[in-house]
């Protein structure tokens, strides 16, 4: 089978389409979006036609499901990540996020903690809070450019008898973040050690950087798999976010049927035909999209960050080692409030980032993230509109 070769310079061009990032209530035409984690790449040949393909039978009634949605995602593991998944304990959610909320709604009750490392994805915290349970930040901390976990506040806080659950973002957004295998053994074996659920976030899990290797948490052990359930979505990879059609895993028998009867009660198992094909499209035959896609962002990643550390020295770049986001530290930019540091790059560099408190009011105070998977050229005009915006303070 011949190659299909990818044009990420030339990307797609969605303003004027449906697309969110250009909204034009959010994003007017004098201003670059930086921000949503979509990318502005083509979706794989194979969604495209896999879903013309089905179009043109011109009948949208109830979906048949057979286990060839779950095969496929055992498969991408494999071949991937080099993981066996067992199929049976596989299934589908409408998103990440209702699966997660599932998941806590299961293995917490109201009142009971769950821990978040900060700065995390936003609707992590709305999702603990709406559901009234409390929120409990192990913050990371920033040494060195880096981000590392703060093992012994991380135990302190497991340590309380209200904590129920421990959400895991790895590779970790927004701060780029893949945690090894020895950092993620080690918060393993603590939640286990106060008999804490295990919720890991890997929807992020393709996007590696410099040669580095991502470790999906049910690999470690069978005591990790056994003690968890990790949530996937092909949209990140292949720009597939559109079908809302997702998928979370475990290797345990009873945590996969408490799973089910959440999916039962919230209504969350009704399948969508397209979604189907685009996820199974995906996980059976994207492995030359990704790696062609994953080389291009990680030169964009090295010439974005180059760029930043030569040109605008008081923003400092957390290099990211897996992600399409750069978290910017903006904090020597010398603003007061976040108002004005949002308000500064929307309104006077002209580009539309993610504000960095929405990751956490503490954490995320100075910085901004910036979602690099767009056409090269994009990226380095957008940080050449930062720089003379610095450059003019
Ligand atoms: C860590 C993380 N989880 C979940 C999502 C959203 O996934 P979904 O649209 O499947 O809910 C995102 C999107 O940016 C994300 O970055």
Same mark, same amino acid.
């Given at each position: 089978m011949s190659i299909h070769i990818y044009d990420f310079d030339k990307?797609?061009?969605?303003?004027?389409?449906?697309?969110k990032k250009f909204d034009p209530s959010l994003c007017p035409e004098d201003v670059l979006p930086f921000w949503?984690?979509?990318?502005e790449f083509p979706s794989p040949v194979e969604v495209k036609e896999g879903v013309i393909k089905r179009a043109e039978l011109g009948h949208f009634g109830y979906p048949y499901i057979s286990n060839e949605f779950e095969k496929s995602i055992a498969r991408w593991y494999k071949v991937r990540h080099n993981t066996d998944l067992n199929p049976d304990y596989i299934d589908y959610s409408p998103c990440v996020i209702p699966a997660i909320i599932w998941f806590v709604k299961e293995f917490s009750s109201v009142g009971d903690k769950v821990i978040l490392q900060t700065p995390v994805y936003p609707p992590f915290h709305a999702l603990v809070k709406n559901n009234g349970r409390q929120l409990v930040y192990n913050e990371l901390s920033l040494k060195d450019g880096r981000y590392e976990i703060d093992f012994e506040d991380l135990e302190e806080k497991l340590k309380d008898s209200k904590a129920k659950i421990l959400l895991i973002c790895n590779p970790q957004n927004p701060t780029g973040r893949l945690f090894t295998k020895e950092e993620l053994t080690k918060m393993g074996n603590l939640c286990l050690k106060y008999n804490v659920m295990i919720g890991v976030?890997?929807?992020?899990? !393709?996007?590696?950087?410099? @040669?580095l290797e991502f470790v999906p948490?049910?690999?470690?052990?069978e005591e990790f798999a056994n003690h968890s359930v990790t949530f996937i979505n092909p949209a990140k990879t292949f720009?597939?976010?559109?079908?809302r059609t997702a998928a979370w895993f475990t290797h345990s028998k009873e945590i996969y049927q408490r799973m089910m009867n959440q999916q039962t009660y919230n209504k969350g198992?009704?399948?969508n035909i397209f979604g189907n094909i685009a996820l199974m499209e995906c996980y059976n035959h994207g492995e030359d999209y990704a790696n062609q896609c994953v080389a291009y962002l990680n030169e964009t990643k090295n010439q974005a960050v180059k760029y930043i550390n030569e040109n605008i020295p008081k923003i400092h770049a957390i290099e990211?080692?897996?992600?399409?986001?750069i978290w910017l !530290?903006?904090?020597?930019? @010398?603003?007061?409030?976040q108002k004005e540091l949002s308000d500064f790059m929307f309104k006077k560099a002209k580009v539309l980032l993610n504000d960095?408190?929405?990751?956490?009011?503490e954490a995320g105070f100075g910085f901004m993230r910036f979602n690099f998977a767009t056409p090269r050229a994009m990226v380095m005009e957008g940080l050449e509109r930062i720089k003379k915006a610095v450059d003019n303070l």
């Open positions: 990307g797609v061009n969605r303003r004027g389409t449906d697309a949503i984690a979509d990318t976030d890997e929807i992020h899990a !393709d996007i590696v950087f410099d @040669g948490f049910c690999s470690i052990s720009n597939v976010a559109g079908f198992m009704g399948r990211p080692e897996a992600t399409f986001m !530290d903006c904090r020597d930019l @010398g603003f007061n409030t960095g408190t929405t990751f956490g009011e």
